[in-house]
């Protein structure tokens, strides 16, 4: 399900001030205008930094967009895209503005996921456990360990798993929720799918398949497993590299 977007700044700002603007940002803006189904919330964050970009307008208005685009899975090379490819229409000038507030949203220290953490609601975790199985770097944290158990599994950019099989005679399989970042999953022989905050991808037992984070961003999901007679994991071959940059060209 997708998340819902609530705003209280303009009653925590205005409410006393200027009431019905403060209604007209909180409830109409955010509540009804952020929160329309025909645009993705991604998309949504990209027009908004062009809007604001083109009015010229690079205060710290402009900064918590960029942080919500890069929160609602827009890439480091995407806003270099979407910028420059803004600049031609509204200046150029505000291109350097705008890449200088983002250079502070996009940082290059990729290993240090402690800013990322805080742009997700679950914990990073520790080191994975079953870190063999992997490309790269990639944590572990428990959210449920009772009844349905349910972890939170983060990427590094560019870290994937193996390509796996998760068997059952009967029932089985795996759910995985994206929440934060951006990566992708692919069954074998089947076409990439990305996956971004709220993205839901229900593997069917038996299938073959890998998931990971994209080249250029961590990436976390919860993975549920699905109870199932018989269920037990089968680690293959890992992803080559020249899989992996098929699925991110």
């Known amino acids: 399900m997708k998340k819902k977007i609530t705003q209280t700044a303009g009653r925590d ?50 900064k918590y967009h960029l942080e919500n685009a890069k929160k609602n899975g827009v890439t480091k090379s995407e806003i270099a895209s979407v910028v ?21 949203v996009w940082t290059e220290e990729a290993s240090d996921l402690s800013d990322y953490e805080k742009s997700i609601f679950f914990p990073v975790g520790e080191p994975n456990p079953y870190g063999k199985y992997f490309t790269g770097k990639s944590y572990l944290a428990p959210v449920s360990t009772s009844g349905v158990p ?30 934060g970042g951006r990566g992708f999953y692919q069954a074998f022989g089947d076409k990439p799918v990305e996956m971004t905050p709220g993205t839901v991808v229900n ?24 109870e199932g007679e018989g269920a037990s994991t089968e680690w293959c071959d890992p992803v080559t590299d020249e899989e992996y940059a098929k699925v991110n060209e």
């Open 84 to 104: 420059t490819h803004a600049a031609m229409y509204v200046g150029w000038p505000k291109a350097w503005a705008v890449f200088r507030l983002a250079k502070e």
């Open 13 to 62: 700002q205005l409410g006393k001030f200027a009431p019905l603007f403060a209604h007209l940002n909180d409830d109409v803006l955010f509540g009804e205008v952020w929160n329309d189904g025909a645009t993705d919330t991604k998309t949504k964050c990209i027009v908004t930094v062009v809007a604001l970009m083109s009015s010229g307008i690079t205060d710290s208005s402009l």
């Open 203 to 226: 593997i069917p037992a038996n299938v073959k398949h890998w998931h990971g984070a994209a080249a250029d961003s961590p990436f976390s999901h919860l993975a549920i497993e699905v």
């Open 150 to 179: 349910i972890f939170n599994v983060t990427f590094e950019p560019g870290c994937r798993n193996n390509w796996h099989i998760h068997h059952a005679s009967s029932g089985g399989g795996q759910i995985l929720i994206c929440v």
